[in-house]
């Protein structure tokens, strides 16, 4: 069994930035992938970035494209998601995710077998 425990969160201005951290422990070794989603209230849990553990492929949502930056330090099993120029449309709950990559179609999907507890990230204008 995977845990994942996010830390990070919190509420800055826009145009502001914070860092979110994902601590895996566990049973990792059936997973090929990490990334992060948010989910706005009322609406379904959205990817925002997602990458091989151990590194190799990237991929973002076009929203967060050039703003966000998702990153890992293997040796503490933790991945980052370095967030800059926070918009109010940002604020959402944050979760981190571990699972396996499954083609769908264009592009590699990161499907999660995993989750963390979400840590709410609020943006004010």
């Known amino acids: 069994q995977v845990q994942l425990v996010e830390s990070g969160g919190g509420s800055v201005q826009a145009g502001g930035s914070l860092r979110l951290s994902c601590a895996a422990s566990?049973?990792?070794?059936?997973?090929?992938?990490m990334g992060w989603f948010r989910q706005f209230p009322g609406k379904e849990r959205e990817g925002v970035a997602r990458?091989?553990?151990?590194?190799?492929?990237?991929y973002y949502a076009d929203s967060v494209k050039g703003r966000f930056t998702i990153s890992q330090d293997n040796a503490k099993n933790t991945v980052y998601l370095q967030m800059n120029s926070l918009k109010p449309e940002d604020t959402a709950m944050y979760y981190c995710?571990?699972?396996?990559?499954?083609?769908?179609?264009?592009?590699?999907?990161?499907?999660?077998?995993?989750w963390g507890q979400g840590t709410q990230v609020t943006v004010s204008a």
């Open positions: 990458t091989s553990i151990g590194g190799g492929r990237t």
């Open positions: 566990g049973y990792t070794n059936r997973m090929n992938c």
């Open positions: 995710a571990a699972g396996v990559w499954v083609w769908a179609g264009t592009q590699s999907q990161c499907v999660p077998n995993a």
